[in-house]
């Protein structure tokens, strides 16, 4: 994998020059944000030198980001997992949708997962430095993380920088899969809405390279997906 620093406590792991996850350091470790494919648990221990990791959280349960969920928890006895409750249905096989939710299936891969969350993320509440913002769209139950010390933002899927930055469900040819994983396209424009909103220092996707000071650059890819979302 692919080891590149994004600031001092934030570090960025990549896996066949698409699929990243993150290191971000705490007081008293390290927390995983997300868990790439499967068969990378050992380059991400591997990377986590100095510190052990305490803590893995995950934007959403899609295979590309759980796919070495099962081996780290064993290589890490005592290690935390966390993601949103909505999320953790998704994981656990059941795509049944909830009243209020846009009435669209479920779309993307789904790996059978044997590791069970040891707490249910709420948005609003930190974990370490990491504030849990929900930003549902790419799938019902994403979050996005903030890092309240320095305005970094790890958006997971709801934003895609391979071949440009896209609100999820924005195709780019270069990289279509997360466009075509999105669940639902306006609920996506309004949690790119709200994380634009935060207006973050840095931003880490779960595709592509990072940006610094990407303000601008979001506001274009919502104004490109509002052109093509119909509903409000």
């Known amino acids: 994998m ?5 600031t001092a406590r934030v570090t960025q792991l990549t896996q066949l020059g698409a699929v990243n996850c993150f290191l971000v350091a705490e007081d008293d470790g ?37 796919g070495s969920l099962d081996e780290l928890a064993a290589a890490t006895p005592g ?38 969350p040891t707490r249910l993320l709420e948005p609003g509440e930190r974990v370490g430095s990491l504030l849990v913002v929900a930003s549902p769209g790419h ?3 994403h979050v996005a993380f ?23 469900g924005t195709l780019r040819w270069v990289f279509p ?3 075509l ?9 309004a949690s790119a809405r709200a994380l634009r909103a935060l207006n973050p220092s840095r931003l880490g996707v779960g595709h592509g390279r990072p940006l610094t000071d990407p303000g601008v650059a979001m506001d ?5 997906a509002e052109r093509h979302t119909s509903r409000p």
Do not use: C, K, N
């Open 181 to 189: 994983a999105t669940w639902d396209r306006p609920t996506a424009l």
């Open 139 to 141: 799938t019902p139950g």
């Open 220 to 224: 274009a890819a919502i104004a490109e």
């Open 146 to 168: 903030l890092d309240t010390r320095d305005g970094t933002l790890l958006a997971g899927d709801a934003f895609v920088t391979l071949g440009g930055l896209a609100v999820a």
């Open 79 to 116: 290690v935390e997992v966390l993601l949103s409750a909505r999320e953790a249905r998704l994981m656990g096989g059941d795509r049944t949708l909830e009243p209020g939710e846009a009435q669209v299936p479920v779309r993307g891969s789904y790996l059978p997962v044997r590791t069970l």
């Open 30 to 66: 390290l927390t995983l944000v997300d868990a790439a494919m499967r068969g990378r648990g050992r380059d991400i221990l591997r990377a986590a030198v100095g510190a052990p990791i305490r803590r893995i959280v995950l934007t959403h349960a899609h295979y590309d980001h759980v």
């Open 177 to 179: 899969l997360p466009a």
């Open 2 to 6: 692919r080891v590149r620093r994004l």
